[in-house]
C-alpha cells in the first residue's frame, strides 16, 4: 500500500464548557489517514473518539464545544492539501458528505422519519452534482443495488420504520458513498445489530472501499470487531492516544495496559474465567493471570445437581401469532431452579417474544407455560399481579426503561410499594440503599435522576429495580448489548454474583454468541420463530449441529483471526 496521508490531524485538542467548567475531551491528538487504508479508532465511551471523528467534518456543536488547537489537513487526488479548521462554514459544506462522508452510530435517528429512503439518499445527489429528479433516482437505485438491498425499488419508496435495522444502515451507507467521497467515517456503524448482519456489513464496506478506493475512519468500543478489517488502529483513553499500530502487531503484542484490558474484557472463546477482568483491572494492575477458571468436570458436576431438580418453568409448545405472521411456533423447553438459560437468534428470530409470552406481558396464541404448577396462560388479573413478584425483566435500552422524572431510589422503592414489601417507607428506603451497595452503586446514587448516570451505571439500577421484589427469575433481554465491552464486562460478573448470592434463574437473550455462552448452562438457538437447536452451551459452541447456528459462529467478531 503506498502510505501517502490523504487526511493528516496535528495535535487536535477538543474541549466542551457545562455549568461554566471546562472539560477537555480530545487532548493534543495526532494521527494520519493513508490513502485506501482502514484505519480503526478504539475506546470506550467518553474516550474522545466520536468527537475525534466530528471534528473532521466541523460538526462540533459550538457552543458548548470548541476546538481549542490543531490542524486538519484533507489531500486531494493533486496532493495539495486544506486546512479544514481554517475554512468557513460556506467552504466547509462543499466537503462534508462530498469529499468526507460519515455513517452515524444509529440509522434510526439519523434518517428521518417523514422522508421516503430513496428521496433522503437522492438529497445529496441533487445538492452536490445537481442531479435532476430522474437522474438522482436512477443513481440511487445503483446504490441500492451496490449496497445489496432487497427489492431496490420497493425501498426507495418506503420509510425508514419499514425497514430492519440492517436494511436501514445499508441506506446509509449508500447515502455515505452516493457522492464517491474519498474518506468515509463509519461511527459505530455495526453496534447493536446481529452478528451475520454485523459481519454482512463489515465485509460491504471493505468491498466498497477497494471498489471505490476510499479511505476508512472506523470507530468502535469492540476491539475485536476490527481484527481481518482493519489495517491499523488507534486506541484511545480519557481524549488521549495510548496506543497506535498495525492490528496483528496490537493483537499480538499489546504494549499498553488500557489496550489489553480491552483485549481480555471479552469473554473469551477457548475458556471460561470464573470472573471476566476488567480494564481497570490491567490499568490497576491488579490483573492475575492465573485467575480461576470453571472447567469442564466443574460443569458437569454442577450439571448433574441442577438437572436432577424439579424444572421452575415448563413451556409446552409456546405460540404466538401477530395477524397472520407466526413470530412463535412450538416453543419448548424447562428451566431449572439456579439455571441460566441462554437464547440466541438473529433480530426476528422470536426470541424476545419468547420472553414477552413466557412474563404474559403478551398473551400466547397457543400452548401452556407452567410455574410452580400453575399454567399462567388461564390466571386472573389478579394472580397474575402477584407472580410478577416472582419474574422480572431487564431490558435491553436502560434509558427508556427508566422514568426520566424519578430518581433512581424512588425507581427501585416503587415495586417493593406495590407489592407490600419490606415494612414501611424507612424499612423500603434502607433496602434500597443496600441494593445500591450490591449492584456496585453509592448511597447518593437514591437522589440521582436517570440522566445523571452513564449507561453501565443506568443498567444497574435497572438490576437494582429487578432485585427489589425479590424474584426467582430474571429474564436478562439483550440487557448488555449496548454496553462498552469493559462495562459489559463489569455487569456480567455482576449478574453472576446476584444470582449465586440471590438464588436467581435467569433466562439470558442476546444475539452475542461469544456472551451467551461464557453466561450459560444450556443454549437455545431461535430462527424464524422455532427452536432450532438446544444442548449444553460449550457443546453447542464446540459442536454446533445446525447449519445456521455455524453460520453465528463463524461471524463472532475477532474469531479465528488472531
Avoid at 491528538?29 to 474516550?47: D, K, M, P
Avoid at 467521497?181 to 453496534?191: G, K, M, N, R, V
Avoid at 492490528?247 to 483485549?263: C, E, K, N, Q
Avoid at 401452556?368 to 386472573?380: F, S
Wanted: hydrophobic share 40%.
Amino acid at each position: 500500500m503506498v502510505t501517502v496521508p490523504i487526511l493528516d490531524v496535528q495535535d487536535l485538542s477538543v474541549s466542551f464548557t457545562t455549568d461554566h467548567r471546562e472539560q477537555v475531551v480530545v487532548d493534543h491528538v495526532s494521527f494520519r489517514l493513508n490513502r485506501g487504508e482502514t484505519l480503526a479508532v478504539v475506546g470506550e465511551s467518553g474516550s474522545g473518539k466520536t468527537v475525534t471523528a466530528l471534528s473532521v467534518l466541523r460538526l462540533i456543536p459550538v457552543p458548548p464545544g470548541n476546538i481549542d488547537s490543531g490542524r486538519i489537513v484533507f489531500s486531494n487526488t493533486e496532493g495539495s492539501g486544506t486546512d479544514l479548521l481554517g475554512l468557513d462554514e460556506r467552504e466547509m459544506q462543499k466537503y462534508r458528505g462530498f469529499a468526507i462522508s460519515m455513517i452515524f452510530q444509529e440509522p434510526m435517528t439519523s434518517l428521518n422519519p417523514v422522508f421516503t429512503c430513496g428521496d433522503q439518499v437522492g438529497e445529496s445527489l441533487r445538492l452536490h452534482l445537481c442531479y435532476s429528479k430522474k437522474q438522482a433516482k436512477k443513481k440511487v437505485l445503483e446504490l441500492f443495488r451496490e449496497v445489496m438491498l432487497p427489492r431496490p425499488e420497493e425501498l426507495f419508496d418506503a420509510y425508514p420504520h419499514q425497514l430492519s435495522g440492517g436494511q436501514k444502515q445499508r441506506v446509509m451507507i449508500a447515502m455515505a458513498i452516493a457522492c464517491d467521497p474519498a474518506i468515509l467515517i463509519a461511527d459505530e456503524p455495526t453496534t447493536a445489530l446481529d452478528v451475520t448482519v454485523q459481519k454482512t456489513i463489515l465485509e460491504l464496506l471493505k468491498k466498497l472501499q477497494v471498489t471505490r478506493n476510499m479511505s476508512i475512519l472506523f470507530i468502535t468500543h469492540d476491539l475485536g470487531l476490527v481484527a481481518g478489517f482493519a489495517d491499523r488502529v488507534l486506541v484511545m483513553n480519557k481524549g488521549k492516544i495510548v496506543e497506535q499500530g498495525e492490528v496483528g502487531d496490537i493483537f499480538m503484542r499489546p504494549s499498553h495496559a488500557y489496550t489489553r484490558g480491552l483485549l481480555a474484557c471479552r469473554p473469551p472463546l477457548d475458556a471460561r474465567p470464573a470472573r471476566l477482568p476488567s480494564v481497570e483491572n490491567f490499568v490497576n494492575g491488579d490483573y492475575s493471570p492465573s485467575a480461576e477458571v470453571v472447567t469442564a468436570e466443574d460443569r458437569a458436576s454442577a450439571h448433574k445437581i441442577l438437572y436432577s431438580l424439579e424444572p421452575v418453568l415448563r413451556v409446552e409448545n409456546l405460540g404466538k401469532q401477530f395477524g397472520s405472521f407466526r413470530a412463535l411456533e412450538k416453543a419448548t423447553f424447562n428451566l431449572f431452579p439456579g439455571e441460566t438459560l441462554g437464547i440466541v437468534g438473529e433480530s426476528g428470530s422470536g426470541k424476545t417474544t419468547l420472553a414477552r409470552v413466557v412474563l404474559e406481558l403478551i398473551p400466547a396464541s397457543e400452548g401452556k407455560i407452567w410455574y410452580q404448577d400453575h399454567d399462567i396462560t388461564r390466571l386472573t388479573a389478579g394472580k397474575l399481579k402477584l407472580l410478577r413478584k416472582d419474574l422480572q425483566i431487564i431490558f435491553q435500552d436502560p434509558y427508556s426503561s427508566l422514568n426520566p422524572r424519578i430518581s433512581a431510589g424512588a425507581a427501585i422503592l416503587e415495586p417493593m410499594k406495590v407489592h407490600g414489601l419490606h415494612g414501611d417507607d424507612a424499612g423500603r428506603r434502607a433496602m434500597v440503599m443496600d441494593l445500591l451497595q450490591k449492584v456496585g452503586l453509592k448511597p447518593d446514587h437514591f437522589y440521582r435522576y436517570p440522566h445523571e448516570f452513564s449507561g453501565g451505571q443506568r443498567q444497574r439500577v435497572c438490576i437494582a429495580r429487578a432485585l427489589a421484589v425479590e424474584p426467582r427469575l430474571i429474564i436478562c433481554d439483550e440487557s448488555v448489548s449496548a454496553l462498552d465491552v469493559s462495562i459489559q464486562a463489569q455487569v456480567l460478573n455482576l449478574l453472576n454474583d446476584l444470582k449465586r448470592d440471590f438464588g436467581l434463574t435467569y433466562i439470558f437473550i442476546s444475539h452475542d454468541l461469544s456472551v451467551v455462552r461464557y453466561m450459560s448452562d444450556r443454549l437455545i438457538v431461535m430462527r424464524n420463530g422455532k427452536i432450532e437447536e438446544m444442548g449444553e452451551a460449550d457443546q453447542v459452541y464446540a459442536h454446533p449441529r445446525s447449519e445456521y447456528t455455524r453460520a453465528l459462529l463463524e461471524a463472532i467478531p475477532g474469531k479465528n483471526k488472531w
